[in-house]
């Protein structure tokens, strides 16, 4: 239980996938315009960094390691988590289609968050069982809905001010997000065990 | 040489499961979509500007096609585009003008060479704040111009506009015809509401919204309307009307004749064809060979 919360709370501040990390950069410039926008975002990562450590862990225990082909992981894991990504777009689309529409683009998009092959891939390297694997993943999804929705709140905030015009737009978005990483550091020490 | 066969046949067979998964779940998620929807996307221009009030041209399309919303919504497709979607959804569309942005201020500044005002709206402060219009007009004495109703020129009509068309030129905004699509993003932005939209090319504009008495408004701008009232009576088609000390026209009596530029003492009614036609007579029975001048 004490490690399961060790993990938890590793990777919502301590190991953040974003901030600390530096893993799914792309929508994290790329979708922090709006808060709600990155809020779906977010959820959306979350739900399916589970389910790919889920499917994963399976596909790593019962295939690849019995016939010893851990060198195929990462090609076998990028192929399960398309795959995922395929069909919760396709569920979506048919049971949810509010949320289909609200998510956008950015739902394939999430093939492409490299936070979601890192979180299966960390999870596969640490030796993590079944259980912890799912929670690792999900604890790492709420981990980048915080750091999204936190800088897509600064930057809405940040939009309103008048930085000197060289600095407009994107610049000033990466020193946020330079000067946010930093803040997080501040929990590098944090471990309660 | 038996590890490469295995690994092959473990990921291709991994790849194969998927797709077979995957193919399964498009037929049991399989949603119907009306063919006419892919037909309607393709008229809209794909600009996503938002002027029809849709998120963007999918979901204009979309309404459409449910039947919430008109055809011709769209400003930036112009007739073509309403025409062609009105023969996917089998039903008669009337002719749709193109429109665009026009800004109500002629307040343009210009100075002499010692820092006098020539024309223009007078500045009373210096505003040091946000520099964006809505924010101008919240400060004590609503903004740095004597006018009340006048252009600020900060340009968030400029920040609004996708298309770069809208600029600030001598402290007040300007719409390049050609580049403005008509979505009137500027104008939701506008503060002081001087944003309408016309006809692209129209000679005549009265390019003021100034409401305050004319002693008023002198005192603020060189180039306010005074709502004098010459054009009303000058105008043969009685498009021009004058109301809160402004005069407006009526597009759908005006006939672009350019006999009120002529008359307007303070010179800010717009005529691009006025220098080229000095005669008031002229003008008019150009435009209307059988009437005569009021």
Redesign the interface.
């Known amino acids: 239980m004490e490690a399961i919360l060790g993990i938890i709370i590793a990777a919502l501040l301590s190991q953040n996938f974003i901030l600390v990390k530096f893993y799914g950069i792309c929508p994290f410039m790329g979708v922090s315009k709006k808060i709600d926008t990155a809020l779906g975002m977010g959820m959306a990562v979350t739900f399916v960094m589970a389910l790919a450590s889920a499917a994963c862990w399976v596909?790593n225990e019962f295939?690849?390691v019995p016939?010893?082909?851990g060198y195929?992981q990462t090609?076998?894991f990028i192929?399960?988590i398309a795959?995922i990504v395929?069909?919760v777009e396709?569920?979506l689309?048919?049971?949810v289609?509010a949320l289909y529409k609200a998510l956008g683009v950015f739902l394939p998009l999430i093939t492409t968050n490299c936070a979601v092959l890192g979180v299966v891939l960390v999870n596969v390297q640490e030796g993590y069982n079944f259980l912890i694997s799912v929670i690792n993943g999900a604890a790492g999804g709420l981990g980048f809905t915080l750091a999204i929705v936190l800088f897509a709140s600064i930057r809405a905030r940040v939009d309103?001010a008048?930085p000197p015009e060289c600095f407009q737009g994107f610049p000033i978005a990466l020193i946020t997000a330079g000067l946010l990483a930093l803040a997080f550091m501040g929990f590098s020490g944090l471990s309660i065990f | 040489m038996f590890?490469i066969v295995?690994?092959i046949a473990?990921?291709g067979g991994?790849?194969l499961i998927?797709g077979l998964?995957?193919s399964a779940?498009?037929k049991?998620?399989?949603?119907e979509t009306d063919p006419r929807l892919d037909q309607l996307n393709e008229c809209l221009p794909g600009a996503n500007c938002g002027g029809c009030g849709y998120a963007g041209c999918g979901g204009y399309a979309e309404a459409v096609l449910k039947g919430e919303a008109e055809i011709g919504k769209c400003n930036s497709g112009g007739n073509e585009c309403a025409q062609a979607m009105a023969a996917i959804m089998g039903i008669k569309a009337e002719a749709v003008t193109r429109k665009v942005a026009l800004v109500r201020c002629s307040g343009e500044k210009t100075y002499d060479k010692d820092g006098n005002l020539l024309t223009g709206a007078r500045v009373k402060a210096n505003y040091e704040g946000?520099?964006?219009c809505l924010s101008a007009t919240k400060v004590g004495g609503r903004g740095p111009l004597s006018c009340k109703y006048g252009c600020l020129g900060f340009g968030s009509c400029t920040k609004a506009c996708k298309y770069g068309a809208i600029k600030v030129v001598n402290g007040i905004a300007k719409v390049d015809e050609d580049l403005c699509v008509g979505c009137m993003a500027c104008a939701q932005v506008c503060p002081r509401g001087l944003i309408v939209a016309v006809e692209p090319g129209r000679n005549v504009v009265i390019a003021c919204n100034s409401m305050a008495k004319g002693a008023v408004t002198t005192r603020g701008c060189t180039v306010g309307c005074i709502g004098c009232g010459l054009c009303k009576r000058i105008c043969p088609n009685g498009a021009i009307t004058v109301t809160n000390n402004l005069a407006v026209i009526d597009y759908s009596k005006c006939d672009n004749c350019g006999l009120c530029a002529t008359v307007c003492p303070k010179k800010l009614i717009k005529d691009s064809n006025v220098e080229n036609l000095p005669d008031p007579a002229v003008i008019h029975s150009r435009n209307n060979p059988d009437a005569k001048v009021k």
């Open positions: 596909v295939l690849l016939l010893n082909l195929m090609v076998a192929l399960v795959s395929q069909v396709m569920f689309k048919k049971a289609p309103k008048n | 590890e295995i690994a473990i990921l991994l790849g998927f998964v995957l779940a498009s049991v998620f399989y949603v946000f520099m964006d």
